[in-house]
């Protein structure tokens, strides 16, 4: 028997709820530049030159890709302000 099976769902190994955590997903487009999802990435995502520079990559080839996992509510606020910006961007629990 697991000596975790009395623990609720969202429960640590301590017992302590954790928060949700969910997705932050950008996909490509035909109007932004590769320097622009970089800088976007590390202004608003917190990313690195490198993180940022290897998600755009992936982005580009494969249309889409998970740019940041957390609560959703803070990735709601970096979601509002990629959509400024207009990327396409949505949130995935």
């Known amino acids: 028997m697991d000596h975790h099976s009395h623990l ?9 709820l954790e928060p949700p ?14 320097n622009e ?8 995502c917190g990313h690195d030159y490198v993180q940022a520079e290897q ?4 982005i580009h080839y494969r249309g889409s890709l998970a740019v940041k996992y957390g609560a959703p509510e803070v990735l709601r606020t970096m979601q509002k302000k990629l ?11």
Request: aromatic letters at 6%; one cysteine or more; glycine letters at 4%.
């Open 8 to 16: 609720t769902p969202g429960a640590d190994a301590r017992g302590t």
């Open 21 to 34: 955590r969910a997705a932050l997903v950008l996909y490509n487009d035909a109007v932004h530049s590769f």
């Open 37 to 44: 999802v970089i800088d976007a990435l590390m202004d608003i």
């Open 55 to 58: 998600c755009a990559v992936l």
């Open 83 to 93: 959509q400024r910006l207009e990327f396409k961007v949505k949130i995935e629990n």
